[in-house]
């Protein structure tokens, strides 16, 4: 039990017992309150009186999503009114409480997660990507950074959505975060990307391939040959001959523009020259 969690459940005062002592009630979860008795004269007496100062008892609501196991989730209006009875005015009410006492922090609107100090995992910048735009998949830069084909660090997570708007946001504890959306055969919107797991936590990622399509795609390039992939990008030539014919020929299926499809065969050709000079 950490110390804001002990100074949230027991109170330095004097308890029913008499003047000269006090009581210090632990909760453990699923397990029943015990009291302990102490001397007011004690070192823990004194220890207690500056704790309580230094860590006041948390917030109601931080409170019930510590309790409810939803410590390191992404949490949205409609979760919060599940645990929260009573009026929306309420509601609103005990969340402005536990933002401005540094206990919740906004992502936007209707969208929170615990500060720091009461979570026991980093949120993965991937997965808050996703809940700032549900259905979107990681992809671009920020994709091929993660998977070892760029060398560069990339400073913007970058998203595909499904919707028909692009959307960036700036958060000055997580980061920047951007969407866009493609021209994607229906039916093809997450063909080659899978789930990834970082600490407990799920997110949607392109493979290699079609982040590289992806960016293709939104950038308008046309084919320049392999210099764009090797020198502009700086994507090791080894690793473009990992590509493989089947990924090659579910991607055409993929986009609906001509020049990605002319992109994918001229890719093909250039890889297969490579392997032939071997």
Same mark, same amino acid.
């Given at each position: 039990?950490?110390?804001?969690?002990?100074?949230?459940?027991?109170?330095?005062?004097?308890?029913?017992?008499?003047?000269?002592?006090?009581?210090?009630?632990?909760?453990?979860?699923?397990?029943?309150?015990?009291?302990?008795?102490?001397?007011?004269?004690?070192?823990?007496?004194?220890?207690?009186?500056?704790?309580?100062?230094?860590?006041?008892?948390?917030?109601?609501?931080?409170?019930?999503?510590?309790?409810?196991?939803?410590?390191?989730?992404?949490?949205?209006?409609?979760?919060?009114?599940?645990?929260?009875?009573?009026?929306?005015?309420?509601?609103?009410?005990?969340?402005?409480?536990?933002?401005?006492?540094?206990?919740?922090?906004?992502?936007?609107?209707?969208?929170?997660?615990?500060?720091?100090?009461?979570?026991?995992?980093?949120?993965?910048?991937?997965?808050?990507?996703?809940?700032?735009?549900?259905?979107?998949?990681?992809?671009?830069?920020?994709?091929?950074?993660?998977?070892?084909?760029?060398?560069?660090?990339?400073?913007?997570?970058?998203?595909?959505?499904?919707?028909?708007?692009?959307?960036?946001?700036?958060?000055?504890?997580?980061?920047?975060?951007?969407?866009?959306?493609?021209?994607?055969?229906?039916?093809?919107?997450?063909?080659?990307?899978?789930?990834?797991?970082?600490? /407990?936590?799920?997110?949607? =990622?392109?493979?290699?391939? !079609?982040?590289?399509?992806? *960016?293709?795609? #939104?950038? @308008?390039?046309?084919?320049?040959?392999?210099?764009?992939?090797?020198?502009?990008?700086?994507?090791?030539?080894?690793?473009?001959?990992?590509?493989?014919?089947?990924?090659? /020929?579910?991607?055409?299926? =993929?986009?609906?523009?001509? !020049?990605?499809?002319?992109? *994918?065969?001229? #890719?093909? @050709?250039?890889?297969?020259?490579?392997?032939?000079?071997?």
């Amino acid at each position: 039990m950490n110390l804001a969690t002990i100074a949230n459940k027991a109170s330095p005062f004097p308890a029913a017992g008499g003047s000269g002592t006090f009581y210090i009630r632990c909760v453990a979860a699923g397990k029943a309150q015990i009291a302990h008795k102490f001397p007011e004269t004690s070192i823990l007496w004194k220890f207690l009186e500056i704790l309580w100062v230094q860590c006041p008892p948390m917030q109601t609501l931080t409170q019930e999503i510590i309790d409810h196991g939803l410590t390191n989730r992404v949490l949205f209006d409609r979760q919060l009114a599940r645990l929260l009875h009573g009026t929306p005015q309420r509601r609103h009410h005990l969340v402005n409480r536990a933002m401005k006492a540094g206990e919740l922090v906004r992502l936007q609107r209707g969208a929170y997660v615990l500060s720091n100090r009461y979570r026991t995992q980093t949120l993965h910048p991937f997965a808050l990507a996703q809940a700032f735009v549900p259905g979107s998949y990681i992809s671009f830069e920020t994709a091929l950074a993660y998977h070892g084909w760029i060398p560069e660090a990339v400073r913007v997570t970058a998203s595909v959505t499904p919707g028909r708007k692009s959307y960036a946001y700036e958060h000055t504890v997580f980061g920047d975060f951007s969407f866009h959306p493609l021209a994607i055969a229906p039916g093809y919107f997450l063909e080659l990307v899978t789930r990834q797991q970082q600490q /407990q936590q799920t997110m949607l =990622v392109a493979e290699p391939l !079609r982040a590289l399509m992806d *960016l293709v795609c #939104l950038r @308008k390039v046309e084919w320049q040959g392999m210099d764009w992939l090797t020198e502009g990008l700086r994507i090791e030539l080894e690793t473009l001959r990992s590509i493989t014919n089947a990924d090659i /020929q579910t991607l055409e299926m =993929v986009y609906t523009q001509k !020049r990605v499809k002319a992109f *994918l065969k001229s #890719l093909a @050709k250039a890889i297969k020259e490579t392997r032939g000079n071997d």
